[in-house]
């Protein structure tokens, strides 16, 4: 079984679209979060989320939003996408703050 | 943000060799995890290290976190192909989330 999953696993789009990632965690886990990779492997927090409490990195734009319709999942919608947020975009969960993260796999997004 | 620093950038070693890697900071961190990740991955927990001075291992790989608790190293004794990949140190970050270290791309060739 699968810990984290998120889907999809590549999504290409076009300048200007909106699109979502979704992701669930079957751990039972408490916080979860979204981390971006950039081209330089670097991975850097854009959001957690613990107990309906979002922490927002202040660098992220306004156009990323995070959804959480339960506490297993944390899905990342993205408003007029833009070159630069082409990038590998991870999903991870913890069972509560400072706890080892347990990632997905993943989404490589390409925008063109 | 407290940042990471790891070292070497890139390493590429031949099979059976051994190799050490290195994740600094400035600054004293209160633990200290070391990830890998391989390609089309998303990173894999290796080890939390907490106590100043401790050493873990984990078969052929040893960690170590420095006395000060403001440096650790990752030593692989034989390496082999399989352990190809990202190398990423992280420690938390007021709490909040983990910061990474921009990481140490190993290849292993046969």
């Known amino acids: 079984d699968t810990a984290v999953s998120q889907t999809p696993k590549y999504l290409v789009t076009q300048m200007g679209n909106d699109k979502s990632i979704k992701c669930e965690q079957n751990?039972?886990?408490?916080?979860m979060y979204w981390y971006k990779q950039d081209s330089k492997k670097f991975l850097k927090i854009m959001f957690s989320?613990?107990?309906?409490?979002?922490?927002i990195n202040e660098t992220v734009p306004n156009r990323f939003s995070p959804k959480s319709p339960d506490k297993a999942h944390l899905n990342l919608h993205i408003n007029s996408l833009e070159l630069g947020d082409s990038a590998v975009y991870f999903c991870?969960?913890?069972?509560?703050?400072?706890?080892?993260?347990?990632f997905g796999n993943g989404t490589r997004l390409t925008v063109t | 943000t407290q940042l990471l620093e790891q070292s070497p950038q890139f390493l590429s070693i031949q099979e059976g060799e051994n190799l050490t890697v290195y994740c600094n900071s400035s600054?004293?961190?209160?633990?200290l995890q070391w990830y890998r990740q391989e390609p089309g991955e998303g990173p894999v927990l290796l080890v939390t290290?907490?106590?100043?001075?401790e050493v873990k291992k984990l078969k052929r790989l040893t960690f170590q976190f420095g006395d000060a608790r403001k440096d650790s190293s990752l030593h692989i004794t034989a390496a082999q192909p399989g352990d190809t990949g990202l190398y990423l140190c992280?420690?938390?970050?007021?709490?909040?989330?983990?910061?990474f270290g921009p990481g140490t791309r190993l290849s292993v060739l046969p």
């Open positions: 991870a969960s913890s069972q509560q703050i400072n706890s080892p993260l347990h």
């Open positions: 751990l039972g886990h408490d916080t």
């Open positions: 989320y613990n107990n309906k409490e979002l922490i």
């Open positions: 600054s004293v961190f209160s633990s």
């Open positions: 290290v907490v106590t100043g001075g």
């Open positions: 992280a420690i938390p970050d007021y709490g909040q989330n983990f910061v």
